[in-house]
T-cell receptor, first 114, second 113 residues
C-alpha cells in the first residue's frame, strides 16, 4: 500500500506570495493532520481534518488555512508569505480520528521563503 | 494539559553499545504514547506505540520502550546500536479525541564506529 504523498517536495517563494501544498493520505485513511517543523520551534500542530471537517486548529495566524476533499486528500494554503514561514511542512494520515489512532507521516514539503 | 519532555537533546554511543533515550510525560489520564524517528531530510517514521495494552512495547529495528506510570516515563532502548540508527528521535503524546500530536523537542542520536 502506498504511503502518504506530499507535493511538491521543495518550494521556493518570495515574501508576500501565497503557496498551496498538497497531501494524499494512505488509501482508506480519512483523517489528515498538518504540522510545521522548524529548527527553532520544533514540530507544531497546524490543523486536522476528518471527513472534510476541520476538527482542530493550532495556534497559527489566519494566513494558514486548509481543506479536505471528499477523497480525503488535503491541501494547506499559506497567504502573504513571511520569512518565518520557511519550514518543513509535514502531513500525516490515520484511519480514524482520535489519540489512539496511529498517524503515518509523509516525506514533507520543504518551503523556503526569500 | 499534556506534555512530553525529552531529557537529552543529544546522545552519543558507539556502534554495538546500548541506546537509552529518555522521555517523561505529563497527562491527567493514561495517554497514548509514541516514538517516531526522523532521518535527515526525511519525514517521520513510527518506531512504536503504547496504548495501555502492555507496558513493554516492541517496535521496529530492535527498539523497545517501557511505560512506567509511577515514574511517568516512556524511555526508548535498544540493546545494540547500529550506524543506521543515527537520526533524531521524537517522543510524542496523543490526547484523546483529537489527532493533535504533542511532540517532544527531540533527541539527536549519534553513533560512532
Amino acid at each position: 500500500k502506498a504511503g502518504v504523498t506530499q507535493t511538491p517536495r521543495y518550494l521556493i517563494k518570495t515574501r508576500g506570495q501565497q503557496v498551496t501544498l498538497s497531501c494524499s493520505p494512505i488509501s482508506g485513511h480519512r483523517s489528515v493532520s498538518w504540522y510545521q517543523q522548524t529548527p527553532g520551534q520544533g514540530l507544531q500542530f497546524l490543523f486536522e481534518y476528518f471527513s472534510e471537517t476541520q476538527r482542530n486548529k493550532g495556534n497559527f495566524p489566519g494566513r494558514f488555512s486548509g481543506r479536505q476533499f471528499s477523497n480525503s486528500r488535503s491541501e494547506m494554503n499559506v497567504s502573504t508569505l513571511e520569512l518565518g514561514d520557511s519550514a518543513l511542512y509535514l502531513c500525516a494520515s490515520s484511519l480514524g480520528f482520535g489519540g489512539e489512532e496511529t498517524q503515518y507521516f509523509g516525506p514533507g514539503t520543504r518551503l523556503l521563503v526569500l | 494539559a499534556q506534555s512530553v519532555t525529552q531529557l537529552d537533546s543529544h546522545v552519543s554511543v558507539s556502534e554495538g553499545t546500548p541506546v537509552l533515550l529518555r522521555c517523561n510525560y505529563s497527562s491527567s489520564y493514561s495517554p497514548s504514547l509514541f516514538w517516531y524517528v526522523q532521518h535527515p531530510n526525511k519525514g517521520l517514521q513510527l518506531l512504536l506505540k503504547y496504548t495501555s495494552a502492555a507496558t513493554l512495547v516492541k517496535g521496529i529495528n530492535g527498539f523497545e520502550a517501557e511505560f512506567k506510570k509511577s515514574e511517568t516515563s516512556f524511555h526508548l532502548t535498544k540493546p545494540s546500536a547500529h550506524m543506521s540508527d543515527a537520526a533524531e528521535y521524537f517522543c510524542v503524546v496523543a490526547p484523546i479525541n483529537t489527532d493533535k500530536l504533542i511532540f517532544g523537542t527531540g533527541t539527536r542520536l549519534q553513533v560512532f564506529p
